[in-house]
Every structure is written in structure tokens, then in C-alpha cells.
């Protein structure tokens, strides 16, 4: 079972706007090619809106105060998978003080700095992102929607999608299967190659050592992994 939470935002209610949240390397620039080729629908860019996929909020109270005609979609990914992303780093904003960009076992352990706001952990980052964003977006304006969602059961994404978004009279429902398809850019995986990876659970804890793992079992935040149904 993959979370999201389609059924709480009224069923009949089309928007105009979205706007795409989340930390990297859990799906948005997927969500974004497939909202933007299929969907007649305004993507709220940096600019436009004070946060915008990975921001780090630090003013809780302008995510309460966004315009309810705006559809909010957040995109969540499996903690243990994400961390492994981290190995790549330096392809990103994240800073820590671990030379060997490859050692995730370090870089998961280690305080970090993702522009200009400083966390304990990787662990502690993931853990604020969404806490944040459960607290203060509106439910009934915003989508949840998991990574691996999209891998095992994508045209269940696209049917969430459409329900609240207006098809393009071009839609093409082959089209945007063959988006979820490829790699959304040059770091990125393809389906294929992801969905073998991802449902091979032993792929899920694998490349962290046991003081690592203990570190992750002990900080992660228990109620949102009962929340989007990954175990500890």
C-alpha cells in the first residue's frame, strides 16, 4: 500500500494552480514534466509563491496563509531510499563536512546545511519537511503522494491527477506513461530501473551499517512512517 490522500480533497473540485513540494529526489521535477505536458493548469514557480519544491520553510505561517485555489501536491519518498540518495550530493544544495561524498553512512550521521538552514542530521531534514507541511497546508487543497506510488502504480496517479487538474484536449495517456518512463533528468533513474530497485526491500537498508541504521531507527519521526505506511 502507497500513500495518498486523493480522497480527502473534494472530488469535484478543479484547480487552476498547483504548486509542487517536496526534498529532492523524490519525484517533483517527474510531477512537474507530467503536470505540464498533460494538464492546462498554471505551476506556481519560485517567484510566484514564497515556497516552491524543496524550500526549507521558515515561516510556517505563510504555508497556512497560501491561497486555497491553489492545489498543493507533495511528493514523499521511502526515508531509507531517499538517504541513499544523498550519496550523489554534490549534485545539490546539501553541505556537510564529510570529504568522501560517497560515504552515506557519514553524510546520513552528520549535521547538514541545506541553504542557509542548518539540521542535525539528513534524518532531522526529512523529518521537518514534512512535519511542516502536515501542520500548516490546508487538507482540503492538498495531495500527498509517495514516490513509489508513482513507480508500482503510476496510471493510479494520473487518475488522482485528473480528477483535479483540466486535461489538455490533447491529453495522451500513453504519453505521460512514457514520461513516468524515463529519467526526469540526468541524475535520475528510469522506471525500469527504479521499480526493480524499489521493490527489492533488502535494496531498502542494505548500504548502511548498523551504527547507521540504529542512528536512523532512533530519529526518525515513528508517526510519519506510520503515516505514509513505510516501516522503521
Not at 16 to 36: A, D, E, H, M
Not at 68 to 78: C, F, P, S, T, W
Amino acid at each position: 500500500m502507497y500513500y495518498s490522500n486523493d480522497h480527502e480533497v473534494n472530488q469535484s473540485r478543479i484547480f487552476n494552480k498547483v504548486q509542487i513540494l517536496g526534498p529532492f529526489t523524490t519525484g517533483t521535477n517527474l510531477l512537474y514534466n507530467i503536470i505540464n505536458v498533460g494538464y492546462e493548469t498554471n505551476i506556481c514557480m519560485k517567484g510566484c509563491t514564497y515556497i516552491w519544491k524543496h524550500t526549507i520553510c521558515d515561516k510556517p505561517e505563510i504555508i497556512k496563509n497560501l491561497s486555497d485555489n491553489v492545489l498543493k501536491i507533495v511528493m514523499v519518498r521511502d526515508p531509507y531510499f531517499w538517504l541513499q540518495s544523498l550519496k550523489e550530493k554534490k549534485l545539490y544544495t546539501l553541505e556537510t563536512d564529510v570529504k568522501n561524498k560517497s560515504d552515506v553512512n557519514s553524510i546520513v550521521t552528520r549535521p547538514c546545511k541545506l541553504r542557509g538552514h542548518t539540521f542535525e542530521s539528513p534524518v532531522h531534514l526529512w523529518n521537518y519537511y514534512y512535519k511542516t507541511y502536515l501542520e500548516y497546508l490546508p487538507k482540503e487543497s492538498t495531495i500527498w503522494i509517495s514516490y513509489e506510488k508513482f513507480l508500482f502504480e503510476p496510471r493510479k496517479i494520473i487518475g488522482a491527477l485528473s480528477r483535479h487538474l483540466k486535461m489538455k484536449s490533447e491529453f495522451d495517456n500513453s504519453k505521460i506513461i512514457k514520461i513516468i518512463s524515463k529519467p526526469s533528468n540526468k541524475r535520475s533513474k528510469g522506471r525500469e530501473e527504479a521499480l526493480n530497485f524499489n521493490k527489492n526491500l533488502n535494496n531498502r537498508k542494505r548500504i548502511f551499517n548498523n551504527k547507521t541504521l540504529n542512528y536512523i531507527e532512533s530519529h526518525l519521526d515513528k508517526k510519519l512512517l506510520n503515516l505514509f505506511y513505510y516501516q522503521n
